[in-house]
């Protein structure tokens, strides 16, 4: 792409396409739609270009929308800076993807610190867009400028980059989350709840239980805490509003996390009292509407099929029947519920075949979105992973194939390592090597490929690897 050196770049250029085409003022005028007055005066250099002319500029000379972006740069910065002309640049350049000028207008602007709050304004729009590459640089400036302070704004664009951060890496996801972590406390408390609520999705999913209860636990104190004032408050509504989800919904989900903390750390006694606490909202829930009535039933669902889950885990095989009749009219939940079977079915030696068969068509599970959107893809990933590795201790029964666990096994590892699930893999790992002797030639091929790949990993972070390879 031709890039011109000065400042005046565009308007040498505009002028000799004219030349070179044979086009005089009032027929570029009429091609751009630029009134002729205003044309003459840009041409002369005595009035600055405006992003919509810049745009009307490009297109009446055939050229693609980013031509001249390099140059506008200078252009914002050749006269009295305006942000009524760099907001719209910054905003093109993020739908356009040019990040590079993004980058550059960003790094002059903050020569003069005044201009912080507006950048922070321009980065919270482009956020609310999903134009959240952009966002990101903006708020990483705006961050570096303010590092020193303990303002709330510091605190947002923390919050804002670790949201942005988060991917399928989730040793990665957890270093976000963990530097994030130190300015939670400075949000305001409605942003806390939300953020709490992500960090206890990154720590569930690298299985830090002790870390997602303590967060489960301060996120219960706030909602509680705002929701009494919310009560006592004559501008309720108002209050309600500032949070992204109604206030009792989250003194809900705190006890659903610390159940679920619970479970997974194998205390189902304590894991059931939470059920009992979050089954129980209609009896201290003052809302009524039609939003209500859908959170309570939903967690009123969830407090069921739960019900049925620990009392499966804590031995009592005979409800693995009514648990599976239950959530079968839940498509959502079943392939999270399939799993939990299979763990049962290894832990106390069942026979799931006739429910694995049932719930066929909902393993893998595609979808990543339930009504209130709590199963995002990297979660459901790492379920999958687990959910693999535990199925192939379910195959490696003689009986039930143990070349179709060795793929089980193999599928698992690959995926871990593509969500960076430094538990699952070793697991997979370690299960390979514990039924090499079951593995054809090509599965040991793909273990020592995948293996390699694990080693790539390990150069970036210190991962214990199970035996030797």
Same mark, same amino acid.
């Given at each position: 792409?031709?890039?011109?050196?000065?400042?005046?770049?565009?308007?040498?250029?505009?002028?000799?396409?004219?030349?070179?085409?044979?086009?005089?003022?009032?027929?570029?005028?009429?091609?751009?739609?630029?009134?002729?007055?205003?044309?003459?005066?840009?041409?002369?250099?005595?009035?600055?270009?405006?992003?919509?002319?810049?745009?009307?500029?490009?297109?009446?000379?055939?050229?693609?929308?980013?031509?001249?972006?390099?140059?506008?740069?200078?252009?914002?910065?050749?006269?009295?800076?305006?942000?009524?002309?760099?907001?719209?640049?910054?905003?093109?350049?993020?739908?356009?993807?040019?990040?590079?000028?993004?980058?550059?207008?960003?790094?002059?602007?903050?020569?003069?610190?005044?201009?912080?709050?507006?950048?922070?304004?321009?980065?919270?729009?482009?956020?609310?867009?999903?134009?959240?590459?952009?966002?990101?640089?903006?708020?990483?400036?705006?961050?570096?400028?303010?590092?020193?302070?303990?303002?709330?704004?510091?605190?947002?664009?923390?919050?804002?980059?670790?949201?942005?951060?988060?991917?399928?890496?989730?040793?990665?996801?957890?270093?976000?989350?963990?530097?994030?972590?130190?300015?939670?406390?400075?949000?305001?408390?409605?942003?806390?709840?939300?953020?709490?609520?992500?960090?206890?999705?990154?720590?569930?999913?690298?299985?830090?239980?002790?870390?997602?209860?303590?967060?489960?636990?301060?996120?219960?104190?706030?909602?509680? $805490?705002?929701?009494? !004032?919310? %009560?006592? #408050?004559?501008?309720?509504?108002?209050?309600?509003?500032? *949070? &992204?989800?109604?206030? @009792?919904?989250?003194?809900?989900?705190?006890?659903?996390?610390?159940?679920?903390?619970?479970?997974?750390?194998?205390?189902?006694?304590?894991?059931?009292?939470?059920?009992?606490?979050?089954?129980?909202?209609?009896?201290?829930?003052?809302?009524?509407?039609?939003?209500?009535?859908?959170?309570?039933?939903?967690?009123?669902?969830?407090?069921?099929?739960?019900?049925?889950?620990?009392?499966?885990?804590?031995?009592?095989?005979?409800?693995?029947?009514?648990?599976?009749?239950?959530?079968?009219?839940?498509?959502?939940?079943?392939?999270?519920?399939?799993?939990?079977?299979?763990?049962?079915?290894?832990?106390?030696?069942?026979? $799931?075949?006739?429910? !694995?068969? %049932?719930? #066929?068509?909902?393993?893998?599970?595609?979808?990543?979105? *339930? &009504?209130?959107?709590? @199963?995002?893809?990297?979660?459901?990933?790492?379920?999958?992973?687990?959910?693999?590795?535990?199925?192939?201790?379910?195959?490696?029964?003689?009986?039930?194939?143990?070349?179709?666990?060795?793929?089980?096994?193999?599928?698992?590892?690959?995926?871990?390592?593509?969500?960076?699930?430094?538990?699952?893999?070793?697991?997979?790992?370690?299960?390979?090597?514990?039924?090499?002797?079951?593995?054809?030639?090509?599965?040991?091929?793909?273990?020592?490929?995948?293996?390699?790949?694990?080693?790539?990993?390990?150069?970036?972070?210190?991962?214990?690897?199970?035996?030797?390879?």
């Amino acid at each position: 792409m031709f890039v011109l050196e000065s400042t005046n770049s565009i308007r040498k250029k505009l002028l000799q396409h004219m030349q070179s085409n044979h086009i005089i003022h009032s027929q570029f005028s009429e091609i751009s739609g630029i009134n002729s007055g205003t044309l003459s005066r840009i041409l002369q250099g005595n009035k600055p270009i405006s992003m919509s002319q810049l745009v009307a500029i490009t297109a009446g000379m055939g050229l693609p929308e980013d031509f001249f972006f390099d140059d506008y740069v200078e252009e914002c910065f050749s006269s009295l800076i305006s942000i009524r002309r760099i907001r719209p640049f910054i905003i093109r350049c993020a739908e356009l993807n040019r990040l590079d000028c993004v980058e550059q207008i960003v790094n002059r602007l903050l020569d003069d610190l005044s201009y912080v709050s507006v950048l922070f304004d321009i980065a919270e729009e482009l956020f609310s867009n999903n134009k959240r590459l952009a966002a990101g640089i903006l708020y990483r400036s705006v961050r570096e400028a303010e590092k020193y302070q303990h303002s709330e704004r510091l605190a947002l664009c923390h919050y804002r980059l670790f949201l942005i951060d988060l991917g399928e890496d989730l040793e990665e996801n957890v270093r976000a989350a963990t530097q994030f972590e130190l300015y939670v406390n400075r949000l305001d408390e409605a942003d806390q709840l939300e953020a709490l609520k992500q960090l206890m999705h990154v720590f569930g999913m690298v299985h830090k239980w002790a870390k997602v209860d303590a967060l489960a636990k301060e996120m219960h104190r706030i909602a509680t $805490i705002q929701y009494d !004032l919310q %009560r006592r #408050s004559e501008r309720s509504e108002e209050v309600q509003k500032r *949070t &992204e989800r109604p206030l @009792y919904y989250y003194i809900l989900y705190a006890y659903l996390a610390r159940s679920t903390a619970s479970e997974e750390c194998g205390d189902y006694k304590r894991a059931l009292e939470f059920v009992s606490l979050y089954a129980g909202g209609e009896s201290w829930v003052h809302e009524r509407d039609e939003e209500a009535k859908r959170i309570l039933g939903q967690f009123s669902e969830w407090a069921i099929a739960n019900t049925f889950l620990y009392r499966l885990m804590s031995g009592e095989v005979g409800v693995m029947y009514e648990y599976a009749d239950y959530i079968a009219s839940h498509e959502d939940e079943i392939f999270i519920a399939v799993r939990h079977m299979v763990q049962a079915a290894n832990l106390y030696g069942l026979n $799931i075949d006739g429910i !694995l068969d %049932r719930f #066929s068509a909902y393993i893998p599970y595609q979808s990543d979105k *339930t &009504e209130f959107g709590e @199963y995002k893809p990297t979660i459901l990933k790492e379920s999958y992973a687990q959910f693999l590795s535990d199925l192939a201790v379910y195959r490696f029964d003689a009986s039930k194939g143990a070349d179709t666990a060795i793929k089980l096994v193999l599928e698992g590892l690959n995926l871990s390592i593509i969500i960076n699930s430094s538990k699952n893999i070793i697991t997979c790992m370690t299960l390979f090597e514990q039924y090499r002797k079951c593995a054809d030639i090509e599965a040991k091929e793909k273990f020592k490929k995948l293996s390699s790949e694990v080693h790539r990993l390990n150069a970036k972070k210190s991962v214990t690897l199970p035996g030797s390879l």
